[in-house]
């Protein structure tokens, strides 16, 4: 069964009476190499247990399954049960788990479903859920790699740079733990029903080491989100703000003892500025 044909996608979603959800983002793919090309940039094998989030009909599953040890697909759209149970019928390799991948804890079931696999995601994710599945995702240690379709502006917003509008405390905690790697765009005309926007497969592979060295990692995160918690104002009253157990003046400290301009605001910083002040911070 071509799961990316048209003709074949109306027919399996009409004998199985399913309607599109706009609340739970559904866009199925219609290019078939697609789901070959993310399977592939996942670089998933036989010693590698992937993660899917939101399969839809299981174009992406499939090419997953031809490849892992073991396939976990999450789909909380319980119309499409039935559809999955049909399309992934061949595929003795993957488990279909019903439910909310908001909800569900997702380090729990990774080392219960991958044991002496290499846990890894890959998924075609649902665009109103990027940033909190990409968040839950990201302080799971065990995941080596996550391998991600999601609109192209979130993945530009991702690798922002510092100094640029795009930039957020989410990207550079994500650039803290990850190398980042656009691998490649998808037109809206692959998809149906056809979106809004563009694409981006986005694979994110977890560092050995952070990016940075810090000596408190629980302070150099609060740093990390504290400086853009106002991003009209300068990195001083941001800070003060957010981190209320050191003083105007500490802070001010900090960022002299940094390098910085006392004016500098928070989107200006790079991870190694954003180190500096928070161990500075420490022994304050």
Do not use: W
């Not at 990016?211 to 150099?220: N, P, R, T």
Request: aromatic residues 4%; charged residues 20%; hydrophobic residues 45%.
């Amino acid at each position: 069964m071509n799961l990316c044909d048209f003709d074949t996608i109306q027919q399996l979603l009409l004998r199985h009476g399913f309607k599109f959800s706009k609340s739970m983002g559904q866009n199925f793919l219609i290019d078939g190499n697609v789901p070959v090309a993310i399977a592939e940039a996942s670089e998933a094998d036989e010693t590698c247990g992937v993660l899917e989030i939101g399969p839809g009909i299981g174009a992406l599953t499939t090419q997953l399954a031809r490849r892992a040890g073991k396939v976990v697909s999450i789909e909380l759209d319980r119309d499409l049960l039935p559809v999955l149970q049909e399309t992934l019928v061949a595929h003795d390799n993957v488990e279909v788990i019903s439910g909310d991948a908001l909800r569900l804890d997702l380090r729990t079931l990774i080392l219960e479903k991958f044991q002496g696999l290499t846990p890894m995601v890959c998924a075609n994710l649902p665009y109103n859920i990027t940033t909190p599945i990409l968040t839950a995702l990201l302080d799971i240690p065990e995941l080596t790699a996550i391998t991600v379709l999601i609109q192209k502006e979130a993945a530009q917003r991702i690798c922002a740079r510092p100094g640029t509008s795009e930039v957020s405390a989410f990207s550079m905690q994500m650039q803290y733990q990850m190398e980042l790697e656009p691998v490649l765009e998808v037109p809206r005309e692959c998809f149906y029903p056809v979106p809004k926007v563009t694409s981006t497969v986005l694979r994110c592979v977890r560092r050995s080491t952070p990016a940075v060295q810090v000596k408190d990692e629980v302070l150099f995160r609060k740093v990390l989100q504290g400086a853009y918690l106002l991003r009209r104002k300068t990195l001083v009253n941001s800070l003060a703000s957010a981190l209320p157990r050191f003083s105007k003046e500490t802070i001010r400290q900090a960022i002299l003892a940094a390098g910085l301009p006392e004016t500098v605001r928070g989107e200006q910083l790079t991870l190694e500025n954003i180190a500096a002040l928070s161990d500075f911070l420490t022994v304050a």
